[in-house]
Nanobody, 117 residues
Framework: QVQLVESGGGLVQPGGSLRLSCVAS????????MAWYRQFPGKPRDFLAH???????DYAERVKGRFTISRDNAKNTVYLQMNNLTPEDSAVYYC???????????WGQGTQVTVSA
């Protein structure tokens, strides 16, 4: 099964930016839809964005215009660029890989993002 390792989280001031990275242990080029979710304490994971194998993207309304998902298949990596962050964006962010054939879903271990002055 694919292993996903997120990085790039940390502490940032309101209005700042972060770029999260998620590196997969195998090629994601043609067989994986990739996505980012986040989770607040005691809440279920919320969808943020996904990117298809062709690079088509979709976003949750709450982050549209502030967050950008992208993928570099040559590096087996998916990114989440987050701009204009607010304290309400503080959460654990998770990378998600949806394998098409055979169908399966994988999660990274999560990376903490804290937005605070």
């Amino acid at each position: 099964q694919v292993q996903l390792v997120e990085s790039g989280g940390g502490l940032v001031q309101p209005g700042g930016s972060l770029r999260l990275s998620c590196v997969a242990s195998e090629s994601i080029a043609n067989n994986y839809l990739m996505a980012w979710y986040r989770q607040f304490p005691g809440k279920p994971r919320d969808f943020l964005a996904h990117i298809s194998t062709k690079g088509d993207t979709d976003y949750a309304e709450r982050v549209k215009g502030r967050f950008t998902i992208s993928r570099d298949n040559a590096k087996n990596t998916v990114y989440l660029q987050m701009n204009n962050l607010t304290p309400e964006d503080s959460a654990v962010y998770y990378c998600n890989a949806h394998r098409l054939i055979p169908m399966a879903v994988f999660w990274g271990q999560g990376t903490q993002v804290t937005v605070s002055a």
